[in-house]
């Protein structure tokens, strides 16, 4: 258990630090309308539609070779679906920073920069009704042509079923570390 703390002590705090750093205004930023599936509404809807019908989840967190399996409640979806919620390209500034392709019920949006935190979002719907979401995240920070940090973040949801965070991790100081956390409805 002391493992898991650490890590993820470390983790917050990378995080933390790669929050701040993503957080660039842009002078072209105006109060324009929605052009990408929102995310932000999505994951919020579904936080207050599980916090009302409270499943009991089998949770697996991994730290390199650690691992740890837990059935429980979560208690703050918002909070747990956070990373996912995160991960939304609805900015103003980025309107024509993402390719869009909408075919056969499959919408993906893949990142023009590559210096955007979110590289790919692909979004499975039947009608309208979301079948699963996978987001790709990648930022990386390099001081005179070395890297300091590099994180490449897979998440995958659906709905009911399973939510999966995957993490890999270069910190210069720390090495490479890779995480996992996977939440299975029962």
């Not at 930023?29 to 919020?44: I, M």
């Not at 590559?114 to 499975?124: A, F, R, S, Y």
């Not at 995957?166 to 090495?175: A, E, H, M, P, S």
Request: net charge positive; with cysteine; aromatic share 12%.
């Amino acid at each position: 258990m002391y493992w898991f703390k650490k890590c993820f002590i470390i983790a917050c705090a990378l995080f933390a630090l790669l929050l701040v750093q993503s957080c660039k205004s842009d002078a072209r930023a105006g109060n324009d309308t929605e052009k990408f599936f929102d995310l932000k509404k999505y994951f919020a809807n579904e936080s207050l539609r599980l916090a009302k019908s409270d499943p009991l989840i089998t949770k697996t967190a991994i730290h390199n070779k650690n691992r740890e399996t837990k059935k429980l409640r979560i208690a703050d979806w918002a909070t747990e679906l956070s990373l996912f919620s995160e991960s939304d390209i609805n900015k103003p500034a980025w309107k024509a920073s993402y390719k869009v392709i909408n075919a056969d019920g499959i919408l993906s949006f893949t990142a023009k920069d590559p210096g955007l935190k979110t590289q790919d979002i692909v979004i499975k719907r039947q009608g309208d009704k979301i079948k699963w979401i996978l987001i790709v995240n990648h930022t990386k920070s390099t001081v005179l042509g070395k890297v300091l940090y590099e994180t490449t973040e897979k998440l995958s949801y659906i709905p009911d079923s399973i939510y999966q965070i995957q993490k890999r991790q270069f910190v210069r100081t720390l090495g490479f570390n890779f995480y996992s956390i996977k939440g299975s409805f029962n």
